[in-house]
C-alpha cells in the first residue's frame, strides 16, 4: 500500500466529488426551475405577449444554489470541532483515560500503540456502547485532531489481533488524507437532502394557508412537492456518488492495514466474524447513512447501489486468496461453542504484568523485536509497555500532562535545572512545579526512543486545556529549552512536535491541505533537511557528505550538487524548511522520504537521532512514518 499514491487517489476523488456533486446540483436547478416555470408561469394579459419569466427562474436559481451552499456549509461547520463532533453525534462517548475495564484499556493500548507507530498524535477514543455490530470509523480534519471510534461489537467479539487490524484500517483513512473528503461529503449530502425537508414545510406550511385565502395553495403545493421529490432524486444520486468515493478508499485501506501489521489474519478475521454475526456491522443510530461512508463495514443491508465498501466475501479474498467460503461455516460453529456454558471449570489464566511494570527494559524488549523481524508496529508496543507506568498515568489528564512535557524539558545540569524550575513557577506557580519536579527523576531514566512517543500519549489531554494554557506552555516550554543557550535534537523534536500539532487541534479546519509544490522549486529546503540528517547520522563529515548525496542523487537524479554544511543554530532554517517542504505535492514527498531514507541508511546503521528526525520531518509534512 503506497500512501502518497492512495493521497493522489484522494486528490482525484476530491476533484471528482466537486464535479460530480457540481452536476448534481445544475441538474436539480434546472428541474426546480421547470417546475416553477410551469406553476408560476403567467399567461398574456388582454391578448398581449406573455410576461417574461426569466427574473423569477434567476430568483429561483439564486434560492436554489444558496439553500444548497448554506446547508451545506452549515453542516460542515456544525463538525468544526472535527472526530469528535462526528463521533459524538453517532451517540459515542469519549473512553476514560484512566478507564480500568479490561476491553477498554486494550481499545486504548491498540490505539496508542498504531499511533507510535506511524509517527502521529494519539487520536481521540470513542465507544459507540449501544451498537452491538462490528464497526469503526476515523473522523476529523487531521491527524491533529483526529477520533477513532468502535462499537461495543469490536470489543466484545474480536481478539486483540483483529482489533489490531480494524484500527490499523482506520489509522489508514487518517494518514491517507480521507477524513477531510469524508466531512466534506457528509455536508454535501446534507445540501442536497435539505430541499426535500424544506418541500415538506413549503407544503404543510404555505400550501394550505394559501388555498384558503386566496386560492393559490395548488401552485405553492406544486412546487412543495417538486421540491420533495427532486430533493430525493439528488439525494439518490449523492448516495450514488457516496457510495463509489467510499467503495474505492475501502479495499486499499485494507491493504494499507495489512502492510501496517505485517498480517493479514487480524483484519480477516474481524471481516469474518461480521460475514457470520447476525449483527454483523449494522448501526442502529439513526443518521447511519450519514456516515456509511467513512465506517469499517456496512452501515446496513442497503440496496447494492449503496453499498459504501466492497462485498465481505470479495474483501476476504483479497486478503486471504485461498479463502473458501465453507470456512465461515466452522467459524460460526466454533464462535456458538465459545459462548455456550463451560462444562468445568478452566485453570486460571497465567498472571501477566501491567503495562510498564515487570518488563524487561527498552533495549531487550526492541532487540528481540527486531531479531524477530518485526515491523514497527510491534516495536511502538515494545516502546509503550517500557514506559513507567507513573509517567503513563500522569499523561491522562490535563495538567499532570503539561507537568509530563515540561519534565521532559528539564536539564540534568543542577545549575541549569533551578532555572528552568523558575521558569516554570513563574509560568504555573508551585503546585505544577512540584509535579514536574516529582516526574524528572522518572523522565531522566527514558532512552531517547521514547520520550516523543511519551508526548504523543499525553497531546490527547493536552487539547483539553484552555488556548490560553496551551499557548503559556508552548511559550515556557520554548524558554526551558533554551535555558542552557542551546537546543538539542530530543528538545527541537518535542517543541516543533508539539507546537504543531496542538495549533492544528485549536483550528481542525485551517489544518494544512495537499500541496502541489515541485520539489525542484524547493532544492535548497531539500538540500538543509538531508544535511541535518546526514550529519546527525555519521560519526564524521565525510560519511554526512556521502549520505547527504545519495539522498540528494534520489531526489534530483542526474544533476549536480554541491554540498553546504547546514549552520550551527540550524533550527530556525530547519522550521522554514520543514514549512516549505510541507506545500509540496504527494509524488514530490515521496520522492523526499525515498531520498532521506537512502541517507539513513548509508552506513547500514539506524541511529535514533535518525529516526526521531524522520519522526518530525514525517510528522511535519503530514506523512507517516516509512515500514
Given at each position: 500500500?503506497?500512501?502518497?499514491?492512495?493521497?493522489?487517489?484522494?486528490?482525484?476523488?476530491?476533484?471528482?466529488?466537486?464535479?460530480?456533486?457540481?452536476?448534481?446540483?445544475?441538474?436539480?436547478?434546472?428541474?426546480?426551475?421547470?417546475?416553477?416555470?410551469?406553476?408560476?408561469?403567467?399567461?398574456?394579459?388582454?391578448?398581449?405577449?406573455?410576461?417574461?419569466?426569466?427574473?423569477?427562474?434567476?430568483?429561483?436559481?439564486?434560492?436554489?444554489?444558496?439553500?444548497?451552499?448554506?446547508?451545506?456549509?452549515?453542516?460542515?461547520?456544525?463538525?468544526?470541532?472535527?472526530?469528535?463532533?462526528?463521533?459524538?453525534?453517532?451517540?459515542?462517548?469519549?473512553?476514560?483515560?484512566?478507564?480500568?475495564?479490561?476491553?477498554?484499556?486494550?481499545?486504548?493500548?491498540?490505539?496508542?500503540?498504531?499511533?507510535?507507530?506511524?509517527?502521529?498524535?494519539?487520536?481521540?477514543?470513542?465507544?459507540?456502547?449501544?451498537?452491538?455490530?462490528?464497526?469503526?470509523?476515523?473522523?476529523?480534519?487531521?491527524?491533529?485532531?483526529?477520533?477513532?471510534?468502535?462499537?461495543?461489537?469490536?470489543?466484545?467479539?474480536?481478539?486483540?489481533?483483529?482489533?489490531?487490524?480494524?484500527?490499523?484500517?482506520?489509522?489508514?483513512?487518517?494518514?491517507?488524507?480521507?477524513?477531510?473528503?469524508?466531512?466534506?461529503?457528509?455536508?454535501?449530502?446534507?445540501?442536497?437532502?435539505?430541499?426535500?425537508?424544506?418541500?415538506?414545510?413549503?407544503?404543510?406550511?404555505?400550501?394550505?394557508?394559501?388555498?384558503?385565502?386566496?386560492?393559490?395553495?395548488?401552485?405553492?403545493?406544486?412546487?412543495?412537492?417538486?421540491?420533495?421529490?427532486?430533493?430525493?432524486?439528488?439525494?439518490?444520486?449523492?448516495?450514488?456518488?457516496?457510495?463509489?468515493?467510499?467503495?474505492?478508499?475501502?479495499?486499499?485501506?485494507?491493504?494499507?492495514?495489512?502492510?501496517?501489521?505485517?498480517?493479514?489474519?487480524?483484519?480477516?478475521?474481524?471481516?469474518?466474524?461480521?460475514?457470520?454475526?447476525?449483527?454483523?456491522?449494522?448501526?442502529?443510530?439513526?443518521?447511519?447513512?450519514?456516515?456509511?461512508?467513512?465506517?469499517?463495514?456496512?452501515?446496513?443491508?442497503?440496496?447494492?447501489?449503496?453499498?459504501?465498501?466492497?462485498?465481505?466475501?470479495?474483501?476476504?479474498?483479497?486478503?486471504?486468496?485461498?479463502?473458501?467460503?465453507?470456512?465461515?461455516?466452522?467459524?460460526?460453529?466454533?464462535?456458538?461453542?465459545?459462548?455456550?456454558?463451560?462444562?468445568?471449570?478452566?485453570?486460571?489464566?497465567?498472571?501477566?504484568?501491567?503495562?510498564?511494570?515487570?518488563?524487561?527494559?527498552?533495549?531487550?524488549?526492541?532487540?528481540?523485536?527486531?531479531?524477530?523481524?518485526?515491523?514497527?508496529?510491534?516495536?511502538?508496543?515494545?516502546?509503550?509497555?517500557?514506559?513507567?507506568?507513573?509517567?503513563?498515568?500522569?499523561?491522562?489528564?490535563?495538567?499532570?500532562?503539561?507537568?509530563?512535557?515540561?519534565?521532559?524539558?528539564?536539564?540534568?545540569?543542577?545549575?541549569?535545572?533551578?532555572?528552568?524550575?523558575?521558569?516554570?513557577?513563574?509560568?504555573?506557580?508551585?503546585?505544577?512545579?512540584?509535579?514536574?519536579?516529582?516526574?524528572?527523576?522518572?523522565?531522566?531514566?527514558?532512552?531517547?526512543?521514547?520520550?516523543?512517543?511519551?508526548?504523543?500519549?499525553?497531546?490527547?489531554?493536552?487539547?483539553?486545556?484552555?488556548?490560553?494554557?496551551?499557548?503559556?506552555?508552548?511559550?515556557?516550554?520554548?524558554?526551558?529549552?533554551?535555558?542552557?543557550?542551546?537546543?538539542?535534537?530530543?528538545?527541537?523534536?518535542?517543541?516543533?512536535?508539539?507546537?504543531?500539532?496542538?495549533?492544528?487541534?485549536?483550528?481542525?479546519?485551517?489544518?494544512?491541505?495537499?500541496?502541489?509544490?515541485?520539489?525542484?522549486?524547493?532544492?535548497?529546503?531539500?538540500?538543509?533537511?538531508?544535511?541535518?540528517?546526514?550529519?546527525?547520522?555519521?560519526?564524521?563529515?565525510?560519511?554526512?557528505?556521502?549520505?547527504?548525496?545519495?539522498?540528494?542523487?534520489?531526489?534530483?537524479?542526474?544533476?549536480?550538487?554541491?554540498?553546504?554544511?547546514?549552520?550551527?543554530?540550524?533550527?530556525?532554517?530547519?522550521?522554514?524548511?520543514?514549512?516549505?517542504?510541507?506545500?509540496?505535492?504527494?509524488?514530490?514527498?515521496?520522492?523526499?522520504?525515498?531520498g532521506l531514507v537512502h541517507a539513513i541508511r548509508a552506513d547500514e546503521v539506524i541511529t535514533t537521532a535518525e529516526a526521531e528526525l524522520l519522526r518530525v520531518i514525517c510528522a511535519s509534512l503530514h506523512c507517516p512514518l516509512p515500514l
Open positions: 500500500m503506497d500512501f502518497f499514491a492512495q493521497q493522489a487517489r484522494v486528490r482525484g476523488s476530491s476533484r471528482r466529488l466537486v464535479v460530480l456533486f457540481a452536476l448534481a446540483v445544475v441538474a436539480i436547478v434546472v428541474a426546480i426551475d421547470a417546475v416553477v416555470w410551469v406553476a408560476m408561469g403567467q399567461r398574456p394579459v388582454d391578448g398581449g405577449p406573455a410576461p417574461s419569466n426569466l427574473p423569477l427562474l434567476a430568483t429561483t436559481t439564486v434560492v436554489v444554489l444558496m439553500g444548497i451552499g448554506l446547508s451545506s456549509l452549515f453542516r460542515i461547520m456544525s463538525l468544526t470541532g472535527g472526530g469528535k463532533k462526528v463521533a459524538e453525534s453517532l451517540g459515542a462517548v469519549p473512553v476514560p483515560p484512566d478507564t480500568r475495564e479490561p476491553m477498554l484499556r486494550q481499545l486504548r493500548n491498540v490505539i496508542e500503540e498504531v499511533a507510535i507507530a506511524a509517527g502521529v498524535p494519539v487520536p481521540d477514543i470513542y465507544l459507540m456502547p449501544d451498537e452491538p455490530g462490528i464497526n469503526a470509523f476515523a473522523a476529523g480534519y487531521s491527524a491533529s485532531d483526529a477520533a477513532i471510534c468502535v462499537t461495543r461489537g469490536c470489543l466484545e467479539q474480536l481478539s486483540r489481533d483483529e482489533l489490531q487490524g480494524v484500527i490499523a484500517h482506520e489509522f489508514s483513512h487518517v494518514l491517507n488524507g480521507d477524513m477531510r473528503l469524508n466531512i466534506r461529503l457528509m455536508g454535501l449530502l446534507f445540501g442536497i437532502m435539505v430541499l426535500a425537508i424544506v418541500g415538506q414545510r413549503v407544503i404543510w406550511f404555505g400550501g394550505g394557508r394559501s388555498s384558503r385565502r386566496d386560492g393559490g395553495g395548488n401552485q405553492v403545493w406544486m412546487i412543495g412537492l417538486a421540491l420533495i421529490v427532486v430533493g430525493y432524486i439528488g439525494y439518490f444520486f449523492a448516495r450514488l456518488i457516496q457510495a463509489a468515493v467510499a467503495r474505492s478508499r475501502e479495499s486499499l485501506a485494507d491493504a494499507s492495514a495489512v502492510q501496517f501489521t505485517r498480517q493479514t489474519d487480524g483484519i480477516a478475521g474481524a471481516l469474518k466474524k461480521i460475514a457470520v454475526l447476525s449483527e454483523g456491522s449494522t448501526l442502529q443510530a439513526a443518521n447511519k447513512q450519514e456516515v456509511a461512508h467513512m465506517l469499517f463495514g456496512e452501515a446496513g443491508r442497503f440496496n447494492a447501489l449503496f453499498a459504501t465498501h466492497p462485498p465481505l466475501l470479495d474483501r476476504i479474498r483479497a486478503l486471504q486468496p485461498g479463502f473458501r467460503e465453507e470456512e465461515l461455516a466452522r467459524l460460526a460453529s466454533a464462535m456458538e461453542a465459545a459462548t455456550a456454558p463451560p462444562l468445568a471449570t478452566p485453570p486460571p489464566a497465567p498472571a501477566t504484568a501491567a503495562p510498564g511494570m515487570g518488563m524487561p527494559p527498552l533495549p531487550v524488549l526492541m532487540g528481540a523485536a527486531l531479531a524477530a523481524g518485526q515491523p514497527g508496529f510491534q516495536r511502538a508496543g515494545a516502546v509503550r509497555r517500557s514506559l513507567p507506568q507513573v509517567l503513563v498515568d500522569a499523561t491522562r489528564q490535563p495538567e499532570s500532562a503539561l507537568a509530563v512535557v515540561l519534565a521532559l524539558a528539564m536539564s540534568v545540569q543542577e545549575e541549569i535545572r533551578r532555572l528552568q524550575q523558575r521558569q516554570v513557577a513563574d509560568a504555573f506557580g508551585d503546585d505544577v512545579l512540584d509535579t514536574v519536579t516529582a516526574l524528572t527523576h522518572e523522565v531522566a531514566s527514558l532512552v531517547s526512543e521514547s520520550r516523543l512517543p511519551l508526548a504523543a500519549l499525553a497531546f490527547p489531554a493536552l487539547k483539553q486545556l484552555s488556548e490560553g494554557r496551551q499557548k503559556t506552555l508552548l511559550d515556557t516550554l520554548g524558554a526551558l529549552v533554551r535555558a542552557d543557550g542551546q537546543v538539542d535534537l530530543n528538545e527541537y523534536g518535542l517543541t516543533r512536535l508539539l507546537r504543531m500539532q496542538l495549533q492544528e487541534a485549536q483550528r481542525p479546519r485551517q489544518a494544512p491541505l495537499d500541496g502541489s509544490g515541485k520539489l525542484t522549486a524547493r532544492r535548497d529546503s531539500v538540500a538543509l533537511v538531508c544535511a541535518v540528517v546526514a550529519l546527525y547520522g555519521n560519526a564524521d563529515e565525510t560519511a554526512a557528505r556521502r549520505a547527504w548525496l545519495l539522498a540528494m542523487q534520489s531526489c534530483f537524479p542526474n544533476q549536480t550538487v554541491t554540498w553546504q554544511a547546514p549552520p550551527a543554530a540550524w533550527q530556525t532554517p530547519f522550521d522554514n524548511a520543514l514549512d516549505q517542504l510541507d506545500e509540496l505535492s504527494p509524488p514530490a514527498k515521496e520522492l523526499l522520504i525515498q
